[in-house]
RNA sequence: GCUGGUGUAGCCCAAUCGGCAGAGGCGACCGACUUAAAAUCGGUUCAGUGGGGGUUCGAAUCCCUCCACCAGCACCA
């Protein structure tokens, strides 16, 4: 490794002090612009930041820093996902508090997303581990009990034996705990739960309606919630009024309980499962669907038109469904039945490191909310944390032990916390307004702000936090703290940054640490080579070689711009007279490269490409140097717009070298403050085009003509082309394909 | 099994409406600079787009089919 590297150790705490200093990122609520609202998912307080944490929040940052010189009033802000389990593993572990650990990691953390040069609002910082933020969570705990949005009952519920505590079904991962790995069990559980399912069809409806989201996460989403179409009706046992065959009747552990009534209709015909179950016990199977020609399985799961069935024959699957359930209903037999996979959220976790659930049991009155001026109902800091029996909490006698807020007299409070989840789905409200105290946020500054135009995290939240998200928005609009329906426009799902083939992972050996590529290479160069090497949405393959190239990359401009800077600073803006020929070719590459750039962010978040087309400008830029074919004043003025173009365009993903260099170059303002570039329309256009001449589809030459020449003479060159009239030989030609300003394809027969 | 996604050069990745398969980076190789090396600069190399079929003047792109990999769902009737 090279010792004669740009400094970009001085520049980045330089910059990164002369931006906190100016309160540079600070925002605050302003009519007059427009708003945006980029978020990335906030983090885990989990000790250090990885390279996924990199990659996320310098997508977040390209898109603010871009954003504001595009003129947007943008709010990013940043903040800690603090309660939660690991917090508690480190205290049976360690002896240490779970608060102290929790807030240790926090400023470490904190600092090292500071040294990437991220333009976060740090004054909205927030913790969900504080009261003052959780304060709000119980008092939307209680109205949402006062709704009967949350009910407490006794279930079977995933247990998570590793954990201690209870798991909602979207944090079961194929039978096992999401977040430890171990098989789950089932357990019978006095337990609260949000009743999410309420707004089962409102959050089906909108993944619809919500253009910005990636269809892959509606899918999972709408899968998830699983809504089915059916009829519930008694089957006599005896009688069978109206039904036209008898009907055999198994009473077995086959079935869910859970699902449903519990009960179902075996069709061995047209389901594998119900025919091995047929065949197993001799029954008859009758097929009710027509096989397709050459069918050759047993079961037929695939659609057709029904057969065997009397009245529905001839329809088609969908349609008989549809009409049985109107006869079963017009007979007043049975009635129409919605079902949902999803079920109602279950909150309780019997864990330390969350939210207390803010009610109380009385021996006269049973179960009573708090009262809303006791709130918040504070997490008692001295705990003993084994690990093993119950909730901690019930240990702690000067918690457990509280007056009833109806008489007053003595009563237990619920030693359960909330899923961590809970405080995920609110945090976004809070940042708009984060020391408000006299609610959740402030109504004025909610409205400016939301909806979040851009959300970016991780898939894995595919169904669990943005499902939660969505949920917790609209119960907060119907009770009527917030107007919008949905908390994120748009999101962008970045994939897995991956090493030799695996997720980055401790027990793989394969881990970049964030911190040592700061240090040796700087986070400019860490964030470009995150940007550049795959769009944000795929895997990212983490390559040591593609790290050099970036940082070369961002050595080169340095060179370059400081080698020039002097003359620069007091080059012309614009060459006086008419450009040569080659000025006039590489301004066209300048502004082509603005359009690029500019296009790249916009449409999908094609950061890898913008990157390159500022690549691309580079080589330009130096082989317009080196050629020194244009005239000094020209050169220079050119130059001089090039490289201020390039840095503008820069900054939003190396924002650090973008700084120093814009200074160097004699600016006193900070490239954020600059407007982002145009391309002018008059620099792109151009007088002459190359068209490809194909002979049957093949290349075999190429005409330099005038754009916006007529079809009939592009023919006519292409035919009398040296270097396609050879091809034409002893053949007839039998068309001409003109597509102007591209290409022309002589198509040929034999004579 | 179902659903969705991906498959382009040795590697990471590009390629508007179907129109020159290659922009960028990495690697390898060659040259310049150097006593030498590093760094730097310049250049070269390499695939016919997972396989097969079809539509078209023309297909990485559209259609059919098969394969591989990834993700989600999966006794939800």
């Not at 309606?209 to 899968?223: A, D, K, S």
């Not at 009758?286 to 096989?291: L, M």
């Not at 007053?408 to 359960?416: S, V």
């Not at 394809?745 to 004579?751: C, G, I």
Request: a neutral charge.
């Amino acid at each position: 490794m090279s010792s004669d590297r740009y400094p970009f150790r001085e520049i980045e705490a330089k910059w990164q002090g002369i931006w906190e200093a100016r309160n540079q990122f600070r925002v605050t609520e302003d009519p007059s612009k427009p708003k945006f609202y980029c978020l990335e998912m906030f983090p885990y307080p989990s000790g250090r930041i990885h390279m996924g944490h990199v990659r996320v929040y310098a997508i977040g940052d390209v898109l603010a820093r871009y954003k504001r010189m595009r003129g947007f009033n943008v709010l990013h802000p940043m903040g800690w996902d603090a309660f939660g389990l690991p917090a508690e593993n480190a205290a049976i572990e360690h002896g240490v508090h779970p608060a102290i650990w929790t807030y240790e990691n926090i400023d470490h953390m904190r600092a090292q997303l500071k040294k990437m040069g991220l333009s976060y609002d740090w004054d909205r910082e927030v913790a969900t581990c504080d009261p003052a933020y959780y304060k709000w969570e119980q008092l939307v705990f209680i109205k949402m009990l006062e709704r009967g949005l949350a009910y407490r009952k006794r279930s079977r519920v995933n247990w998570c034996p590793s954990c201690q505590t209870v798991l909602a079904n979207e944090q079961v991962e194929a039978g096992r705990c999401w977040r430890c790995d171990t098989e789950v069990t089932q357990k019978d559980v006095d337990g609260w739960f949000f009743k999410i399912t309420k707004y089962a069809d409102e959050l089906l409806e909108w993944c619809e309606r919500l253009p910005g989201w990636p269809e892959r996460v509606m899918t999972m989403q709408r899968n998830w919630i699983g809504r089915s179409e059916g009829a519930e009706f008694d089957l006599p046992v005896a009688g069978r009024a109206g039904l036209a065959a008898r009907v055999f009747t198994f009473i077995a552990d086959y079935v869910l309980m859970g699902y449903g009534t519990g009960a179902i209709m075996a069709v061995p015909g047209e389901d594998q499962r119900d025919w091995d179950f047929a065949a197993q016990h001799g029954l008859p199977i009758i097929e009710t669907v027509a096989r397709p020609a050459g069918f050759t399985g047993q079961a037929y799961t695939g659609d057709g038109v029904k057969i065997n069935s009397g009245f529905l024959d001839g329809l088609t699957v969908a349609e008989a469904t549809r009409k049985a359930i109107d006869w079963l209903v017009a007979r007043g037999l049975g009635e129409a039945r919605v079902n949902y996979r999803l079920r109602d959220w279950g909150i309780s976790r019997q864990r330390y490191w969350g939210a207390p659930i803010p009610v109380v049991y009385c021996d006269r009155h049973g179960m009573v909310p708090e009262k809303e001026e006791n709130l918040p109902v504070v997490l008692p800091r001295d705990v003993q944390i084994s690990g093993k029996g119950s909730s901690p909490l019930a240990e702690v006698a000067s918690f457990v032990n509280a007056k009833c807020p109806v008489c007053g007299g003595p009563a237990r409070r619920d030693t359960d916390t909330m899923d961590t989840f809970v405080e995920s789905s609110w945090y976004f409200l809070r940042y708009c307004s984060p020391r408000y105290d006299q609610g959740m946020f402030e109504r004025q500054a909610a409205e400016y702000w939301m909806p979040v135009d851009q959300y970016i995290g991780g898939i894995e939240h595919a169904v669990l936090h943005l499902l939660y998200a969505r949920f917790y928005t609209k119960v907060l609009r119907d009770l009527g703290l917030v107007k919008v329906d949905e908390p994120f426009l748009g999101l962008l799902s970045q994939g897995m940054v991956i090493k030799d083939g695996a997720k980055m992972s401790k027990s793989k050996g394969n881990v970049v640490d964030p911190d040592d590529l700061i240090r040796s290479l700087g986070a400019d160069t860490a964030r470009l080579f995150s940007l550049f090497a795959a769009p944000p949405e795929r895997d990212l393959d983490w390559n040591d070689h593609g790290v050099e190239g970036a940082s070369r990359f961002l050595n080169r401009v340095w060179r370059f711009v400081i080698g020039h800077a002097e003359e620069l600073r007091t080059a012309p803006r614009r060459a006086a007279g008419p450009l040569s020929e080659a000025g006039r070719a590489f301004r066209r590459t300048i502004h082509e490269t603005i359009a690029r750039v500019t296009t790249d962010i916009e449409n999908e978040f094609h950061f890898n490409t913008a990157i390159s087309a500022i690549m691309e400008m580079v080589n330009a830029l130096h082989a317009f140097d080196a050629a020194a074919a244009a005239p000094r004043e020209e050169r220079l003025a050119l130059t001089r717009e090039a490289v201020e173009t390039l840095l503008l365009l820069v900054g939003p993903f190396c924002p650090h070298i973008a700084e120093e260099l814009w200074s160097a170059l004699g600016h006193a303002e900070s490239v954020f403050a600059q407007r982002w570039p145009e391309e002018e329309p008059a620099a792109l256009a151009r007088d002459e085009v190359t068209v490809v001449v194909q002979v049957d589809g093949k290349v075999r030459s190429r005409l330099t003509v005038e754009v916006g020449a007529p079809d009939e003479r592009v023919r006519e060159r292409a035919l009398a082309d040296d270097k396609v009239r050879p091809w034409l030989a002893g053949r007839r030609v039998a068309r001409v394909v003109v597509i102007p300003g591209r290409l022309v394809n002589v198509v040929t027969r034999a004579d």
